[in-house]
């Protein structure tokens, strides 16, 4: 190859994969990389993903979901044959960049998606309800009163919900479990 892509710094760099097969090409490039003895070049592979708390047949379910669908990033020093390789993985459609010539991703972004990243305790749920939202209550002293969505916490899993009682408007603290769309 005459095209010397030899930068010789190390940078993270965002290839894009076919949807859904970030994981694969994830494992094909990993292997790959040792395989052909490119593991000097070719440091570390990660799918960018959060964890989402979503409600899922009345049940809290913590979900692994990708940030950025369709694109991986690849921790590697840019060189002919790294690139090569990166090129020619199995489902990668090339790098994020103009022309050829990869551009690598900002440390400020790469911090930011690897900060997102970490495990945290205060994975936010996921809900289909808006704020000013008609629902009915399913459980609890005020099982079936309808009320309207007034806030919405999805750090705590809570939403308060304005029940009509004798002529007023009275704020109902819910968990989503206990609530149904009308």
């Known amino acids: 190859m005459s095209k010397q892509l030899e930068t010789g710094e190390r940078n993270w760099y965002a290839i894009h994969t076919y949807s859904g097969y970030e994981d694969a090409v994830k494992r094909n490039l990993t292997q790959r990389a040792e395989s052909m003895g490119m593991t ?7 799918v960018p993903t959060e964890k989402k708390i979503k409600i899922k047949n009345g049940k809290r379910v913590e979900e692994e979901e990708k940030i950025y669908p369709g694109y991986v990033l690849v921790d590697m020093i840019v060189t002919d044959e790294s690139w ?3 090129r020619n993985t199995p489902r990668v459609t090339g790098f994020v960049g103009s022309g050829v010539q990869p551009v690598p991703v900002s440390e400020e972004e790469v911090a930011r998606l690897l900060a997102n990243m970490k495990p945290k305790s205060d994975a936010n749920y996921e809900v289909a309800y808006e704020v000013g939202e008609v629902v009915k209550i399913g459980e609890g002293p005020f099982k079936d009163f309808e009320g309207k969505i007034s806030e919405i916490n ?11 009682m004798f002529g007023r408007e009275t704020p109902v603290e819910l968990d989503f479990l206990q609530i149904k769309k009308l």
Do not use: A
Request: proline residues 0%.
């Open 84 to 86: 090569y390789l990166v």
């Open 40 to 46: 000097d070049y070719i440091f570390e592979v990660i």
């Open 154 to 164: 999805r750090q705590t899993g809570k939403l308060k919900v304005l029940v009509s």
